[in-house]
Every structure is written in C-alpha cells, then in structure tokens.
C-alpha cells in the first residue's frame, strides 16, 4: 500500500514504466511505415512519438537512457569525419542538411534501438512487425508487377512495390531476407514456420522480380553465408547447384539487360550503359582523385559528385549523378579519414554480430537476430557496391536493426532497465 501510495504523490515514478511501453509500440509503428515512400509524414510522426517516450523515460527514471555500446567511438569519429568534410564542401549547406538528416536521424534510430529493443518479447515483436511489413509490401509488388504487365523474362516491367523504386524496394528486401532466412531455426510451432516459408519464399521471388542483379548478387552471398555459417554443408551443396542452375535458366535478357533504350523523340535507340560499363570510369576517376588530395573530401551528400565533377557528370550518362557505391561515395565525400572510420563501424558490427546461434543457456532469439544482423550487413555492403541506397528508409531500418542486435546482446549481460 505505501508504494502504491507513493506513486500517487510521485506520478513521475510510475512515468517510466508507462513511457516505455509507449516507446515500444511506437518503435514498431515507426520500423512497419520506414519503407511506406508514399507517406513519409508517417515516418517523421512515429520517429517524433518515440524521442517523446525516450524523453519521457527519462524523466521518470531521472536519468539519461543512453546505453553505451561498442560503436560508440567509431560513430563519433564517423560523424567528426563528416563534419570534417564541410571545411572543403562545394556546398557546405546542402552537406550540413545531409549530416543532419541522414547520418544524426540514423544515429538518433539507432541509439533509440538499443535502448528499446533489449528484452526477446521486444526482439520477438521486432520480427513479427518484419513479417506483417513484408508480407504487405510482397502482395502489393506482386499485384503491382504483373497489373503491369511484368513477366519473369522481361526486366523492362520491375517490382518496387511502395517504396520510391526497385532499387530501393531491391535494398529492402536484401535487409530483410536474412532475418526470414535465420527464423527457420527459431522456437516456432507448425503453422509459425509455414507462414515463415511463405513470406521468404515470397522475398525471393520479389528479388529476382526486381531485375537488380546486385540485389541476386547480395541474396545469394546472404543464403551461403547462413548455410556456411551453421555448417549445413548438403544445404549449401544444393544451394550452389541452385544458383548455377539459375544462371542457366534465367533468359540472357535478364543476365544481360542490353544497353540500349529507346529515344522518346525519335524512336532512335541511343547508349545509355546501364551503370555498369561507367562504373569502371567513376573507378578510374577515384583513384586519380584519391591519388591527388586523399583527405579532402567534397562534402558529405551523394549530390556533392555532381556539384564537384560537373565535367564528369556532362559525358557520362544522366543515371551517374553520384559514384554508385557506398563505400566509393564516402570516400569521395569525406576522405580517406571518413572511409576509414566507416569501415571501421562495419567492422565492429560484424565482428559482434556474425556468432553461431546462441547456446541452450541463452536465449535464441538473441543469437539468433544477432546473427541475422551480422548476415545483412554482409548483403547490405555487397549490394550497395553497386550503387548507394545507404541513406533514406534503407539507411534508417539498417541503424534499426543494427541497435536492435546490440542492444538485446547488453541485454544478456546484465540487467536491463525497461522492467523496473
């Protein structure tokens, strides 16, 4: 009776509880409308719901709930490095706007991530919300393809579903798949694992639909990389006569998309190139760059290439606006210095993430999402070494899920502070 009467005079010690109840529903709400491109206020509503339950946390609990993680050091060298780069910028303000928007709002995920989802109930509600987003995001891609008159050997017709194209629909698949991949070693009843099956049967058949082979590319490293990772070699042995049977079957058309699309005004088909033989130039103009002032960057933004190689962009095709590789236009836009500290956050993440699934003395669902973490870095990295879908919803569900990993692995090591 004296607690329950204490909080009646105190409310702020029952805020905590409360508020982060709040907090979690809102996190869930936020990672199910990241991919919806069409309603991005939805977006910026639930992200604002969440630092408003984190800050309300806080005050109940009074004390700041930021829980320190491996990563802090390399993402504030990252983020120096960024800020670094506006010294040099062709445009320190569209820079400034970038970091803010793109690099401090992933860091604001990711830390709210780590703080919120500690507990397997949360990392269990994560999934679930994975599942429900997927499935949707699968029926509406699919009803969206073939309305449209998309076929299995024709890539002129790609599936996007809701995001802002294929290759960001392509990205978000890539993130999700590993997740669906590793639930098959989940504690899951007869039906959990049926309707599991379904909706990664479902994601690969959208990753082929979306015609990226980047996004083939990054699938099959992710599907090996489970297989290998837990020693399921006659798994991996039917998987690689998969993939080359698949290379076989796959009309050449699709293997090889042609490089030649036609004029609007005249019906004459003109170079476009894909991106895939200017890659090779963008290389070549890296290296001379690097070569030269390795340090300076250009400032932080894919749309400072443009700005700063307006020679380049006025002879190369209107798709290469910016390097098409992650790691490229980092290193483009913060030097040497930001390529460093960035591969050093990648590092670390896999480093804590890519374990064998946990042991009977932990809880699974840790090991495992970790583990699936760690998978969908490695994919994220290979697909995005063909263009840079590192920012937007992709940029903000891989700091999701990335603080989601690390912050349930604290969790195993030491009492949380949600339930108390």
Same mark, same amino acid.
């Given at each position: 009776?004296?607690?329950r009467?204490s909080n009646v !005079? !105190?409310p702020? #010690?029952a805020?905590?509880p409360?508020?982060d109840?709040g907090l979690?529903?809102a996190?869930?709400?936020l990672?199910f409308?990241?991919p919806?491109a069409?309603?991005?206020?939805?977006?910026?509503?639930t992200l604002g719901?969440?630092?408003?339950?984190?800050?309300a946390?806080?005050?109940?609990q +009074?004390?700041?709930?930021?829980?320190?993680? /491996?990563?802090?050091?390399?993402?504030?060298?990252f983020?120096a490095a960024a800020?670094? %780069?506006?010294?040099?910028?062709v445009?320190?303000?569209?820079s400034?706007?970038e970091? +803010?928007?793109?690099?401090?709002?992933?860091?604001l995920?990711?830390?709210l991530?780590?703080? %919120?989802?500690?507990?397997?109930?949360?990392?269990? &509600?994560t999934?679930l919300v994975?599942l429900?987003?997927?499935?949707?995001?699968?029926?509406v891609a699919?009803?969206?393809?073939?309305?449209?008159? $998309?076929?299995?050997n024709?890539?002129y017709i790609?599936a996007?579903s809701l995001h802002?194209?294929y290759? %960001?629909?392509?990205t978000y698949?890539i993130t999700?798949?590993p997740?669906?991949l590793?639930?098959?070693?989940? /504690?899951?009843?007869r039906w959990?694992?049926?309707?599991?099956?379904?909706?990664?049967?479902?994601t690969a058949?959208?990753i082929?639909?979306?015609?990226g082979r980047?996004?083939?590319l990054?699938a099959?490293?992710?599907?090996?990389?489970?297989a290998?990772w837990?020693? #399921?070699w #006659?798994?991996? *042995?039917?998987?690689?006569?998969l993939?080359?049977l @698949?290379?076989?079957?796959?009309?050449r058309t699709?293997?090889? !998309?042609g490089?030649r *699309? /036609?004029e @609007?005004?005249d $019906?004459?088909?003109? &170079?476009?190139?894909g991106t895939?033989?200017?890659?090779?130039d963008i290389?070549? *103009?890296?290296v001379a760059h690097?070569r030269?002032?390795p340090f300076r960057?250009?400032?932080?933004?894919?749309? %400072?290439?443009?700005?700063?190689f307006?020679?380049?962009?006025?002879?190369h095709q =209107?798709?290469?606006w910016h390097?098409?590789n992650?790691?490229?236009?980092?290193t483009? &836009?913060t030097g040497i210095q930001?390529?460093?500290?960035?591969l050093?956050v990648?590092g670390v993440? *896999?480093?804590k993430t890519l374990?064998?699934p946990a042991?009977?003395?932990?809880?699974?669902w840790? $090991?495992?999402?970790?583990?699936?973490?760690g998978?969908?870095?490695v994919g994220f990295?290979v697909r995005n070494?063909?263009d840079d879908?590192?920012?937007?919803d992709?940029a903000?569900l891989?700091?999701?899920?990335v603080?989601?990993a690390l912050?349930s692995q604290q969790?195993?090591?030491? =009492?949380?502070t949600?339930?108390?």
């Open positions: 009776m004296e607690h009467t !005079h !105190h702020e #010690k805020l905590g409360a508020a109840r979690a529903l996190m869930n709400l990672l409308a990241l919806l069409a309603i991005t206020a939805v977006r910026e509503i719901l969440a630092v408003f339950f984190w800050l946390a806080m005050a109940g +009074r004390r700041i709930l930021i829980r320190r993680t /491996p990563l802090d050091l390399p993402l504030v060298v983020l800020l670094l %780069s506006l010294v040099w910028a445009n320190p303000a569209y400034f706007k970091i +803010r928007g793109e690099l401090l709002k992933g860091l995920v990711f830390y991530a780590v703080y %919120s989802l500690q507990t397997s109930e949360r990392l269990r &509600q999934w994975l429900a987003g997927s499935a949707l995001l699968l029926a699919f009803w969206d393809f073939f309305q449209a008159g $998309g076929t299995l024709d890539y790609r996007r802002s194209g290759g %960001s629909y392509g698949l999700v798949f997740y669906l590793v639930l098959f070693l989940a /504690p899951l009843d959990q694992r049926i309707g599991a099956l379904v909706i990664a049967a479902g058949c959208a082929y639909v979306t015609f980047a996004m083939w990054a099959g490293v992710e599907v090996l990389l489970v290998g837990l020693k #399921k #006659k798994v991996l *042995l039917v998987l690689v006569l993939g080359a @698949a290379v076989l079957v796959v009309p699709v293997w090889f !998309h490089e *699309l /036609p @609007a005004a $019906g004459v088909s003109r &170079q476009m190139g895939g033989g200017d890659l090779l290389w070549k *103009l890296a690097i030269e002032d960057g250009i400032g932080f933004g894919r749309h %400072s290439f443009s700005e700063a307006s020679d380049f962009r006025a002879s =209107p798709l290469l390097a098409h992650t790691l490229l236009n980092l483009f &836009q930001g390529l460093l500290a960035v050093w990648f993440i *896999l480093w374990r064998p042991t009977e003395a932990s809880d699974p840790t $090991g495992l999402f970790s583990l699936a973490t998978v969908m870095v990295l070494f063909f879908f590192f920012v937007d992709n903000l891989f700091w999701f899920l603080g989601g912050g969790y195993e090591h030491r =009492p949380s949600i339930e108390r």
